[in-house]
């Protein structure tokens, strides 16, 4: 066992071992139901997912223009929306009350970008692009949140868990480029659900957003669970400092999309062909309940009771397992060196 394989061993088993636990599962969350099929080859690698309650909007990670999938509840095809603009790393999806839709050309896997990028695209196929920078350096991220006014939120995915949450720090214009200002961050744990491609350490990685229609619930996801945040006045940054509701997301072999029925139904998918869409019911007020029984028990929430491991978002810190992949990865470092030294 060597490389990649090797390190994603080491670092799975430091991590699960010493990370703290992840926020419970409430009693009432039903498991999720498969609706149907996506075997449309341009969404062999969906990530990003939109619904409007009659139809689905799906984009694909990559490509060389921007390309959205109007999907019926069948999974079947109605028609394509595209523009002519090649993105750099398309990695996410929201739909605003107008039917724009937007994608978050957010991806940075080598942290390299000096600009990242949000297209909105038209219901007709005309595309705007706002150009974004961060405040501090450059990051991958791959979940994008548009609360009731508009206003976007670009949230990041960390291997050690620790995701954080950015927005335009003025009003978007275009091409940009827009300073964007860190409004939050999250601690994330690892969980014991099955899936993902790279084994626990995928279970802290946020991969997708939402926003319920109604503005009230936030979603962000992993390759494993989704974690729902009650948002009363429709306050992203704020929801997100709340206790979230945990709903696994099993067996997806790498689940990056996430959406809200305007009912309130959670909808999830995987990229990977032939893979479901499917639906975890009543999902939405889930996040309402418990947020409602914390102010009831006279919880601490937001302000990082020790006894939850001190989170100001409810969601367990990771010192632990921040240390513990560290040392995992000069575990890989030493093993590999002994390794080769054995075959000179």
Known sequence: MRGRACAVVLVTAVVSLLAPTAVA????????????????????????????????????????????????????????ISAAVDP????????????????????????????????????????????????????????????????????????????????????????????????????????DTPGGPVGGVGSMLVTGGAVSQDGKTVALRTYTDAYLYAAPDGDVAAALKRNPVRVPLPNEPQGEAIAFEPDGTLLSASEGTGQPVRAVRGAAALAAATTSADERQGSPGPTGDPATGGSESGVPLLP?????????????????????????
Not at 112 to 121: G, I, M, P
Request: charged fraction near 25%; charge should be negative.
């Open 25 to 80: 599962v409430a009693e009432e969350v039903p498991a999720p139901e498969s609706l149907c099929t996506v075997r449309d080859s341009r969404l062999a690698e969906l990530s990003g997912l939109a619904a409007d309650g009659d139809r689905w909007y799906a984009m694909g990670d990559g490509g060389t223009k921007l390309q959205v999938v109007v999907l019926g509840r069948d999974c079947g095809v109605q028609k394509v």
């Open 320 to 344: 632990a397992a921040a240390i513990a992949v560290l040392v995992a990865l000069g575990l890989v470092f030493v093993v590999s060196r002994v390794w080769r030294a054995r075959r000179g």
């Open 88 to 191: 750099y790393d398309v990695e996410d999806l929201a739909r605003a009350k107008d039917g724009t839709l937007w994608l978050a050309d957010t991806g940075d896997n080598r942290k390299q970008r000096e600009t990242v990028a949000l297209h909105a695209l038209t219901p007709a196929g005309k595309a705007t692009l706002y150009r974004l920078t961060y405040p501090d350096g450059q990051h991958d991220a791959e979940a994008l949140l548009l609360d009731g006014s508009g206003t976007p939120f670009v949230v990041t995915k960390n291997v050690l868990g620790k995701a954080e949450v950015y927005k335009p720090a003025a009003e978007l214009k275009s091409p940009g480029p827009n300073a964007l200002e860190k409004v939050g961050t999250l601690d994330i744990a690892t969980t």
